[in-house]
């Protein structure tokens, strides 16, 4: 059995500044306002495989590190991050940008595609799942970038995780 989130529906979202590294579109600094749908597989713990309200909170408050910022992947490769005290300076080949400090959400993925914060946001949930009394079995995770587009990813929580 299976409980879902749609994250648009459910307002599951958050509205951030990112970039793609080299591409020729997405290269540029802009903006996408993302959905995070959750699928939850489980056995029920009395009335629920786990609450509704428990789970928005917790997708919540992973969008609200991420949202209103600057996504930077900090073990993105192609980009050299170098922090000062209330400023970070981002080298990307040519390209250099500085921003506040305060406005930049440091992520520990190597890239902020869709497919990367996906792999992100599952993984703090399923951490968040797992340190509760549920009996959680798979956790599916779909980042949608704008209406129409997204990346998925599924862990398996009996057998560590797998994405
Ligand atoms: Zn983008």
Redesign the pocket.
Same mark, same amino acid.
């Given at each position: 059995m299976w409980i879902e989130l749609d994250g648009w529906m459910a307002k599951l979202r958050f509205s951030a500044c #990112?970039?793609?590294p080299h591409h020729p579109k997405?290269g540029r600094l #802009?903006? #996408?306002t993302y959905a995070v749908n959750v699928r939850v597989h489980g056995t029920r713990t009395g009335e629920f495989i786990i609450d509704f309200e428990l789970l928005k909170e917790m997708i919540a408050q992973i969008c609200s590190r991420l949202d209103h910022h600057v996504i930077v992947a900090e073990n993105d490769p192609r980009i050299r991050i170098t922090k000062n005290d209330d400023s970070v300076v981002i080298d990307i080949g040519e390209k250099r940008y500085q921003l506040p400090i305060e406005d930049i959400a440091f992520i520990p993925i190597d890239s902020?595609s869709a497919e990367s914060l996906c792999i992100y946001v599952a993984g703090e949930l399923a951490r968040m799942i797992e340190t509760s009394d549920l009996d959680v079995s798979r956790l599916e995770v779909r980042i949608d970038?704008g209406i129409g587009q997204g990346a998925g990813c599924m862990i398996d929580l009996d057998d560590g995780v797998s994405l």
């Open positions: #990112h970039l793609i997405c #802009h903006g #996408h902020t970038e």
